[in-house]
């Protein structure tokens, strides 16, 4: 018999190609009339076999590359452009366009922040990717950029904000102001890799990072960056995957090579929902190195969680009432014993009386 899968939670393979070097981000783009192009990011680390002379080891070089694809009425995809880069680690679109361009930002191996420009070539139906603007995270350091998420999911703005995490353990808050990339907030956020950074898209103030500490914090750039608002400790291994709903307010999922999906509400940060990929989720993956929650699957993770909660407010309302008759019977019982010694006193005084 014919196995059956639900296309929320197991995606249909349509298409599939050999690209490159090893794939580390894809993203369709979100634009319209653009939504057919699909944009891999690659990156990997080559070693030089020739020994370099006198220093006794292999160069190691991070290569990596951009290749732009456009799905086909035929529900295939083809190569549009490739870009030769150095390794890119994150790739995301903007979700809407910056005056006239339509934007992707790509963290990069050589611990910058590069903005790509999509453009017709010649008004024929072939695009090639445009160096727009870019920025190097630290001058002081060498790090890798390891991810990145853009502010203006839900408020379309001109002036958009981007958010950077990278391998020395900081977050980095830009602003891109017509061409250029100027550097808003800059910290240290974990005390290893700073596997993964992201925004809270229904408040600019928030940002999320996650990081090889096993640590998931929150953090309000209003605020001094010195401590975090919240931290979690709640997954076993490197957080390097955080999601914020764009549908939820207060939905927010987060994943981690300890092969764990958990679901929080970031009102009071209790998780909602807890999932091992390996038996809830995609079977193929293991640690959970970069995701997207389509709407089929958050909507089924969010009745998981509305039937989880529901499940926790039965029990603790259960608790509560449970307490209460139990102080309602604490508090009968010593009435009743307070009432017997009032009884009692009064006895006793009424026997002294008559003697």
Not at 111 to 121: C, H, I, R, S, W
Not at 340 to 348: C, E, P, S
Request: proline letters at 3%; charged letters at 25%.
């Amino acid at each position: 018999m014919a196995q059956t899968y639900d296309s929320s939670t197991f995606p249909l393979k349509m298409w599939e190609t050999d690209v490159d070097y090893y794939a580390d981000s894809v993203e369709w783009c979100p634009v319209n009339p653009y939504q057919d192009l699909l944009l891999c990011g690659m990156y990997q680390l080559e070693e030089d076999k020739s020994v370099t002379e006198g220093a006794g080891f292999n160069s190691q070089t991070r290569v990596g590359c951009l290749q732009l694809f456009q799905l086909t009425q035929e529900d295939t995809c083809f190569l549009q452009y490739k870009l030769q880069t150095s390794g890119v680690l994150d790739v995301k679109w903007s979700p809407h366009m910056i005056h006239r361009y339509c934007l992707v930002g790509v963290a990069s191996a050589d611990g910058q922040l590069v903005l790509y420009n999509l453009k017709n070539v010649d008004d024929s139906p072939n695009f090639v990717l445009e160096e727009f603007s870019k920025k190097t995270l630290d001058e002081s350091f060498s790090n890798l950029a390891l991810s990145l998420d853009w502010f203006n999911w839900k408020q379309p703005s001109l002036d958009p904000k981007v958010v950077v995490s990278d391998s020395n353990g900081q977050m980095t808050v830009l602003q891109l102001t017509e061409t250029n990339l100027d550097i808003l907030h800059q910290w240290n956020a974990h005390s290893f890799e700073c596997w993964i950074g992201a925004a809270n898209y229904f408040d600019p103030s928030v940002v999320f990072s996650g990081g090889d500490d096993c640590l998931l914090k929150s953090w309000d750039i209003r605020m001094s960056t010195i401590h975090p608002v919240f931290t979690c400790k709640k997954h076993s291994m490197g957080v390097t995957s955080i999601h914020k709903s764009k549908k939820k307010e207060y939905m927010l999922a987060s994943g981690s090579y300890d092969e764990h999906v958990i679901l929080w509400d970031t009102r009071h940060m209790k998780h909602l929902k807890e999932s091992n990929v390996k038996e809830d989720f995609l079977q193929w993956l293991q640690p959970v190195f970069r995701k997207r929650m389509n709407n089929g699957i958050e909507d089924k993770l969010n009745r998981q969680a509305m039937a989880d909660t529901r499940a926790i407010k039965n029990q603790e309302q259960q608790e509560r009432r449970q307490a209460i008759v139990a102080a309602r019977m604490i508090e009968t019982a010593e009435q009743r014993t307070i009432a017997q010694i009032t009884k009692r006193g009064g006895m006793a005084t009424a026997r002294t009386a008559r003697s």
